[in-house]
């Protein structure tokens, strides 16, 4: 592989539709600080956009990927080879210290999502003096032809049949109002847990008038009242990932929730998806018992996401 055929390009914005929604233009856009930088790896001969990776300074001197959101890192348009990963992992550290970097911070997609890349990226990045240690757990389903009910352990099933049987019904959202009230049947049930959300609703109504039909909800109801609700991300062509979801006060002995997942599953295969992506079990990095056999029971599997980082020596000041 010759180096010289390929070039670094920044905030020059070329298409990349392949790329992952947490490493477009438009995710950087939203959390652009004043020294934000959008890298786009290109081969000259024919200007392809190859690979994508963006950061934006959380405080001075540190260039974080992504300064917020689920993750960001290298994200490549087909499977590279090890060399032009190192190439722009050496490209992009170049530009990060003529912007004035002291540290690196990168967060990667969970490994289940391309598992041969992120060991490739972690390769490369360890070999550079990157430290790897585990930011979260995260869960997903991998997408097959069985349905829902065959994925999901007896009490699963059980609990299908009682969210049915309580007149229960699931649908796909439809507007950005429905999906403010779904976000509000959420918020209550994160601070009825002792928690907060990472996103305010009009971050989230920002979110969906710039993404479109890639940011939209699911509701549960019985007749018109909500029972559950997720608001739903096409991260990719492959992962579909619940962002966030929850029950209403008052319903949840009737399991609502399990019925939101088979609509999301159902869904998720019907678009093409190879994952249900369902979110991380770890609180600060802590497992959360209960959430991951939860989730183990609708049939995810685990997989690590790694937070990479690296003091850089000698930066320009």
Known sequence: MRRDNYAVLVNEFL?????????????????RTENACYLQLVAKASGEVLSTIHFAEPSPGVFRSPRLGTFGSFDFKELPSIELVELFADETERI????????????SPPFAHAPELSHLVFLALHHRGYRATPHSLNQSVRLDDRPFSARVDADGRRRLVRARGAGLEARKLTSLQELADAYDVILDNTRRKGYQLSMTCDRVREMAETFG???????VFRQAQPAAASITIRVSQDVVYVFYWGDAAGFSDVSP????AETIYDHARSEGARWMDIGTSTNDGAPNYGLIHFKRNLGCEASLKLAYSKTLEGTRP
């Not at 990060?96 to 967060?107: Q, S």
């Not at 039909?213 to 509701?219: C, E």
């Open 257 to 260: 929730t399990i019925l939101l």
């Open 96 to 107: 990060l210290r003529d912007r004035g970097a002291t540290e690196v911070e990168i967060i």
């Open 15 to 31: 298409p990349s539709p392949w790329t992952h929604l947490f490493n477009t233009p438009q995710f950087f856009e939203i959390h």
């Open 213 to 219: 039909d890639r940011v939209y909800g699911f509701g």
